[in-house]
């Protein structure tokens, strides 16, 4: 792990998104294990939840199931949260492990989302880099369908 003044720039991988919906429907998205399940994940993945507790310190728990049929067990911890504004999230792996850190910044077009990804070395990370980039990509997408019907849910 870095210290606090090293630079994260090598070990990174991030992204953004303009989304037209509030924070608040963005929050909800993350935050509501109901919303959370729909999209967390590459395109054509689903998931089962095992454990998830919305809080600092609380552990999120699932397993991701592949159109192929893998299985890929996630154990995570929610470092920080505040709500409407920024998620932070510890992916425990001894293998691969990262900091993600969720945001939402509210703009006159919707809402700006950033998704940012921290390795542990620079290793780690260039090895990963490209696949995450494109799984990161479809799980924005899904995020982007996903906060469409909440916030059509609540127009109506």
């Known amino acids: 792990m870095s210290t606090p003044d090293e630079s994260t720039h090598e070990r990174e991988v991030v992204h953004s998104r303009l989304i037209d919906a509030t924070p608040e429907s963005l929050f909800k998205a993350l935050s509501a294990p109901e919303h959370l399940t729909k999209w967390w994940g590459p395109k054509g993945f689903s ?3 095992r ?5 600092p310190g609380g552990e999120w728990s699932f397993v991701l199931h592949g159109p192929d049929g893998t299985d890929y067990p996630n154990e995570n911890i929610f470092v920080e949260i505040v709500p409407k504004q920024r998620t932070v999230i510890e992916h425990v792996s001894e293998s691969h ?20 990804q921290v390795f542990d070395t620079a290793e780690h990370r260039n090895q990963v880099a490209d696949v995450v980039r494109e799984a990161n990509e479809q799980n924005l997408d899904r995020l982007q369908a996903e906060v469409l019907n909440i916030e059509r849910s609540r127009d109506t």
């Open 47 to 49: 998931s089962t939840f």
């Open 97 to 116: 492990h990262f900091l993600l850190t969720i945001t939402f910044e509210a703009v006159e077009a919707g809402t700006l989302v950033g998704w940012r």
């Open 51 to 55: 454990r998830f507790d919305f809080r």
